[in-house]
């Protein structure tokens, strides 16, 4: 499969991936690998942008934005919206459809394959906790993966995103079957992790981008919808926890997040530029700001914070006037997500809205320049290339995606057999009866023996298999009951047996095919 590609598209598509990649299997800043994977990836930015042609007023603008970010990164010590700027000002003129197959392809086997491993235990969760969600009750929160709880799911979503834009051309059913896969996936991952605002906000794009798809007029009513909707996130995520007065502590996920807002509102000021937040040295909050507009606004700066919202509010409005189902769902669904999640402007580098942003921003770029004739200049510092990528592997699979659709009757039996391999791995699996296990609190009824227990900080942090809940001290009394976490993590097990035997079954079918359907047609092997 050849395919020709210009060498500062090339460049850019190794930016992204490689920080992207890096980012959702679980590297993080402080990590020296990660900061060699940040060296190198604006390393390669850098030498893309000197490859993409440009006139003197997109150079003068885009030197302006990424000023603004490393003066507000000198200030704050935040780099989050370099990199965003820089995947922003990169999307200009490149494939996004090329950019997310590659991105699919390599980010989100990399994601797939940390996910099964987490799930069977091959490599170790980075938490794995109890926790109380209200109707569920108290329940085994697992991230299986080397990523935390809360943010196991962003990658997924934009994954979805990705698969979305690609599949945007589709009729309804074949939106609405790909929406359906989608949403299992969510909820296979919700299983585990627990997530609620990733699910809720998940659930939301996958509506909301049918319904923009299909049903909306892209009128009036439709801009002034997504122009509120931004807007509205923007101000509870920086309002709500001015005013939550509350004990730090009190209360559910989301008060807390509110609760920590608070302390940060009343114990910094605004500031043009930004300033430092270092939570280590904060014995009081030891924890970051989760809402991101409010990080924007009090870490990054008064002008980041402008820049950036104009940024959004434009782009939005041109979303709206050339009917851009997609890409407005994706924007709005984390602009919501953003209001108990710090991930939309720091280091996370998962907010792929700026993509879209940048593709926008260099539209306008481009109309203004056409203007002016000095500013409108065209600009080439070092000469683009077009080469031809060519993928070995490949050389010999003949209209994989074609022959797929074709031959309905090998399709049909790859899903049969693949889902009856699925249901047989599984039975073998849920025959396999997990261990009784107990756990301790507060609750005197219906506990196994009737008895109190006390038990010391020490003892408690080495009670992991028999785990106590609601411990207060040495002289609260606790009580010993069944614990269904086994039974949980149990039928945890069975599914995930069941889902990736399926999946991975159906990719070699399909591989087979791909490589020799002349083979498969005439000896029937399946």
């Known amino acids: 499969m050849d395919k020709r590609i210009r060498v500062s598209e090339f460049i850019y598509f190794a930016f992204f991936l490689l920080l992207f990649t890096t980012r959702i299997i679980g590297l993080y800043e402080g990590n020296i690998v990660y900061s060699v994977v940040l060296v190198l990836g604006m390393s390669f930015f850098a030498l893309g942008y000197l490859l993409t042609p440009g006139t003197v007023l997109s150079f003068l603008i885009d030197f302006l934005l990424l000023s603004c970010a490393f003066i507000s990164w000198f200030y704050s010590g935040e780099k989050g919206l370099l990199l965003y700027f820089a995947m922003m000002i990169g999307a200009r003129r490149i494939s996004l459809e090329r950019l997310f197959k590659v991105a699919l392809g390599v980010s989100g086997s990399a994601y797939t394959v940390m996910i099964i491993l987490g799930v069977f235990g091959i490599i170790t969760d980075y938490q794995n906790v109890i926790s109380y969600r209200p109707i569920i009750g108290y329940i085994s929160r697992r991230s299986i993966s080397p990523l935390q709880l809360n943010i196991l799911m962003e990658p997924y979503l934009v994954l979805m995103i990705m698969v979305l834009y690609l599949v945007r051309k589709k009729d309804k059913m074949s939106t609405l079957k790909i929406s359906v896969l989608l949403l299992a996936g969510l909820w296979y991952l919700f299983g585990y992790c627990v997530t609620i605002s990733s699910l809720v906000v998940g659930m939301v794009l996958l509506g909301l981008n049918y319904y923009l798809r299909f049903y909306s007029k892209f009128n009036k009513t439709t801009l002034i919808f997504a122009q509120l909707s931004y807007a509205m996130c923007a101000i509870i995520a920086i309002v709500a926890p001015y005013f ?224 106590v809940i609601d411990y207060e001290d040495e002289k609260t009394p606790l009580y010993k009951h069944v614990s269904y976490f086994p039974m949980y993590d149990h039928v945890r097990l069975i599914i995930s047996a069941f889902v990736w035997t399926t999946v991975i079954s159906i990719l070699l079918f399909s591989l087979l095919y791909c490589i020799n359907p002349k083979r498969i047609k005439e000896e029937n092997l399946l």
């Open 244 to 467: 939550d007065s509350s004990e730090f502590g009190t209360g559910g996920t989301f008060a807390r997040r509110l609760q920590i807002g608070y302390y940060y509102w009343h114990n910094y000021s605004l500031k043009m530029w930004g300033q430092r937040m270092d939570v280590a040295n904060q014995p009081l909050m030891p924890y970051g700001i989760h809402q991101s507009q409010l990080h924007l606004l009090l870490q990054c700066g008064i002008v980041l914070f402008i820049i950036v919202n104009l940024l959004h509010h434009y782009s939005i409005m041109n979303m709206v006037s050339q009917k851009k189902g997609t890409e407005l769902a994706a924007a709005l669904s984390f602009a919501m997500l953003g209001v108990v999640e710090p991930f939309l402007f720091n280091l996370s580098f998962k907010n792929i809205v700026f993509v879209f942003v940048g593709k926008e921003y260099g539209s306008w770029l481009d109309d203004v320049a056409t203007k002016m004739s000095f500013l409108g200049k065209r600009i080439q510092i070092i000469p683009d290339k077009q080469f031809t990528v060519r993928i070995p592997i490949l050389k010999n699979v003949s209209g994989g995606k074609e022959c797929l659709v074709k031959d309905k009757r090998y399709r049909r039996r790859m899903f049969v057999v693949s889902i009856v391999l699925g249901v047989l791995v599984g039975m073998i699996v849920s025959t396999f009866t997990p261990e009784q296990s107990y756990l301790y609190d507060q609750n005197s009824e219906n506990s196994v023996d009737g008895k109190a227990y006390y038990f010391s900080p020490g003892e408690v942090e080495k009670m992991t298999e028999e785990p």
